[in-house]
């Protein structure tokens, strides 16, 4: 993969694929977001939230898949960057619609539910017969931890294991095809299980796209905790799928990766390239 080749990236731009994969990167998202927001509408319940994310997340990668590989994540596309499995130019423009779609999702998710705010109305919920003392233990859970630098980590470690899940399924080569098809279900537990996890610690976001969509519309303090930590996670798998778990692990493999311009991996390629798509649009364009 000639990750950084101005040439090859150039040439990218002007198939059809490129600009395809664009649109599906934007509507994947817009999937994700709309649907794993829709799901907490009313109630922030971490069950909910996070089956509505990994479920969405699952039918985002299976719709769009073929087309642009359904990274519908910064992160994601940051992870497979720095395996050297996409284009600058592609990680680029992925996250840009990425963002867009997430900002649109949750624009709209926001609108058809008549104005109620979703975070605000978790703080409605109450567990006990005593509505303040109910509100008072999801303040306790939900501040539980403040120190910034401790959520950024949450959202490395949590967003590793989700890109790490990708590495393992969609990029290594020594994958049956019955592996692969069901790649959609076990990235989508994997998102299930971050939120799982981060929820009541950072929020469990794992997706810069998301959290910009409702920072947005809704602000916020922590959305620099929901830009580093995941980006860091994504690369973090990226490299580790490289340098120590790839099937073709070599000192020559090693060498190549990280000093060889031409570096050509010899994992499935998680760039969709697929001859169909690489005719040029315009000699113009």
Not at 8 to 17: Q, R
Not at 86 to 106: N, P, V
């Amino acid at each position: 993969m000639k990750t950084f080749r101005l040439e090859s990236s150039i040439k990218d731009v002007k198939t059809f694929n490129f600009w395809q994969s664009l649109v599906a990167e934007f509507l994947g998202t817009f999937i994700l977001v709309f649907v794993g927001f829709g799901t907490a509408y009313n109630n922030m319940n971490p069950v909910k939230l996070g089956l509505g994310f990994g479920l969405a997340g699952a039918v985002a990668i299976v719709c769009i898949g073929p087309i642009s590989g359904a990274h519908i994540n910064p992160a994601v596309s940051c992870g497979l960057l720095v395996a050297r499995q996409i284009s600058l130019i592609r990680y680029i423009f992925y996250t840009i619609f990425q963002i867009i779609g997430a900002t649109a999702g949750f624009g709209l998710i926001s609108g058809v539910s008549s104005g109620e705010v979703l975070y605000k109305s978790y703080y409605k919920i109450n567990f006990t017969s005593s509505p303040s003392l109910g509100e008072a233990r999801i303040d306790e859970v939900i501040h539980r931890v403040t120190n910034p630098y401790l959520k950024i980590i949450c959202e490395l470690v949590i967003t590793f294991v989700l890109v790490f899940t990708v590495m393992r399924l969609c990029v290594e080569k020594r994958r049956s095809p019955t592996e692969k098809g069901i790649a959609p279900l076990f990235i989508g537990l994997s998102i299930t299980a971050g939120v799982y996890c981060g929820m009541n610690i950072s929020g469990g976001s794992m997706n810069p796209a998301a959290s910009l969509g409702k920072y947005f519309f809704k602000g916020g303090t922590t959305i620099m905790t929901h830009i580093i930590g995941p980006l860091l996670g994504g690369a973090l798998a990226g490299v580790s799928q490289q340098m120590f778990f790839t099937s073709d692990l070599s000192m020559s493999h090693i060498k190549s990766y990280l000093f060889d311009s031409e570096f050509e991996d010899h994992s499935d390629n998680y760039e969709p390239s697929s001859s169909r798509h690489d005719h040029v649009l315009s000699d113009n364009l």
